[in-house]
């Protein structure tokens, strides 16, 4: 069974950064690509940006700059890095891992910026 958990998010005051995690789990995650997505309270979810199976990267032209998306096959895991966060940031965040073998997603994990 497939599942994706996503970690490390929290309360983060303007300027800090957070780190957060995808594990996944019951898959071959080399195989897969995996994306970063939000979602904002009242908003449409967004896509941040994809990792794939080449560690190859493309990011939102808003996010370009301030976040980073790496992975670790050997730990089935992928990390969204965030920067200089701000107010506007604050979302919940989810991550999807897919390929012509399917596709899933996370529950997601709430990051807020706040002072």
Known sequence: QVQLVESGG???QPGASLKLSCAASGMTYSNYAMA???QAPGKQR???GTIFTTCNTNYANS???RFTI???NAKNTAYLQMNSLKVEDTALYSCKVFSNMGTYWGQGTQVTVSS
């Open 46 to 48: 967004d896509w941040v």
């Open 36 to 38: 970063w997505y939000r």
């Open 10 to 12: 929290g309360l983060a």
């Open 70 to 72: 790496s992975r670790e």
């Open 63 to 65: 996010m370009k700059g």
